[in-house]
T-cell receptor
Framework: DGGITQSPKYLFRKEGQNVTLSCEQNLNHDAMYWYRQDPGQGLRLIYYSQIVNDFQKGDIAEGYSVSREKKESFPLTVTSAQKNPTAFYLC???????????FGSGTRLTVV | AQSVTQLDSQVPVFEEAPVELRCNYSSSVSVYLFWYVQYPNQGLQLLLKYLSGSTLVESINGFEAEFNKSQTSFHLRKPSVHISDTAEYFCAVELSGGYNKLIFGAGTRLAVHP
């Protein structure tokens, strides 16, 4: 079955360390997205990519970086510059037409 | 720019009662509208969407939403809820035409009590 896989499901890191969250899709979707979810704030867009080797900043890109070297993969790095990295991170993909997004099951990052 | 307002952060309701989750959006251009559902510690699942045509759209599990252009609303309703409907619900808007960003509301937590 096609879908989006995010790993790991739970991640703990010490303050000041960079950490990379994985997102892989086998839906042959062109576009991929990273959202951050905090209680009471809904989902906020971090980065998105519409084609391989190209990506754009979303609303809260500071302290994050991404790459899109393959169509299937869109990893997110949370750097030490991110002031408050503890959150639930969701990856999504879309065909780019009117079918909406498909979401992964998320990664809960806790920085201690 | 587009924005989405979900008017209730929490909605408690008893099992088998009707429920309405309210969503208003702002946009000066044509948009697509979506409702997603999120169960604890999971990703979002598409519940239903409005693209064009009939203003009333339905999901397979009894939810429906009506697009009201004059009131810029897309409220979600269910005539009789179940315990299993307890979840967080997100309204979202996307510029029509494809390859555009989804803008989400803050979410409404539906709590169904026995």
């Amino acid at each position: 079955d096609g879908g989006i896989t995010q790993s790991p499901k739970y991640l703990f890191r010490k303050e000041g360390q960079n950490v990379t969250l994985s997102c892989e899709q086998n839906l042959n979707h062109d576009a991929m997205y990273w959202y951050r979810q905090d209680p009471g704030q809904g989902l906020r867009l971090i980065y998105y990519s519409q084609i391989v080797n190209d990506f754009q900043k979303g609303d809260i890109a500071e302290g994050y970086s991404v790459s899109r070297e393959k169509k299937e993969s869109f990893p997110l790095t949370v750097t030490s510059a991110q002031k408050n990295p503890t959150a639930f991170y969701l990856c999504a993909s879309s065909r780019g037409d009117d079918y909406g997004y498909t979401f992964g099951s998320g990664t809960r990052l806790t920085v201690v | 720019a587009q924005s989405v307002t979900q008017l209730d952060s929490q909605v408690p309701v008893f099992e088998e009662a009707p429920v309405e989750l309210r969503c208003n959006y702002s946009s000066s251009v044509s948009v697509y509208l979506f409702w997603y559902v999120q169960y604890p510690n999971q990703g979002l699942q598409l519940l239903l969407k409005y693209l064009s045509g009939s203003t009333l759209v339905e999901s397979i599990n009894g939810f429906e939403a009506e697009f009201n252009k004059s009131q810029t609303s897309f409220h979600l309703r269910k005539p009789s809820v179940h315990i299993s409907d307890t979840a967080e619900y997100f309204c979202a808007v996307e510029l029509s035409g494809g390859y555009n960003k989804l803008i989400f509301g803050a979410g409404t937590r539906l709590a169904v009590h026995p």
